[in-house]
């Protein structure tokens, strides 16, 4: 029955002063000491973080032919896509959306209909 000792009865109360729940400690537990990472570890994480490209290459090894082949391409398209879009300047930008505005068909437009 000690895993029922800290049951509260009663009903809800969600304001107010919190609840005193005595916290149960084991006997013979490991009180006071820590839990943490040594030096060492925490230096071997950062430097498995740092190397992103191992980390993509295990990634890689667990994909399919042909899933290796698209995300291949896709990563051209995008390199492409980005090389246009850095090639131009805002002016050349703003220039070519200004020139495209006047030949749009304007759709939005609705007509007159009916008497008058």
Request: proline share 3%; aromatic share 6%.
């Amino acid at each position: 029955m000690s895993a029922y000792e800290n049951v509260l009865a009663g009903k809800l109360k969600l304001k107010g002063k919190a609840l005193d729940v005595g916290r149960l400690v084991a006997s013979g537990g490991n009180t006071g000491k820590s839990m943490g990472l040594d030096e060492d570890d925490i230096s071997e994480t950062n430097k498995s973080l740092g190397e992103g490209s191992d980390a993509v290459a295990a990634y890689d090894e667990h994909l399919t032919p042909a899933e290796r082949r698209y995300m291949e391409q896709k990563e051209r398209i995008d390199v492409h896509r980005l090389a246009k879009i850095a090639n131009k300047s805002h002016r050349d930008r703003i220039q070519d959306f200004n020139q495209y505005l006047p030949n749009m068909s304007e759709h939005y437009n609705i007509p007159k209909v009916g008497p008058g």
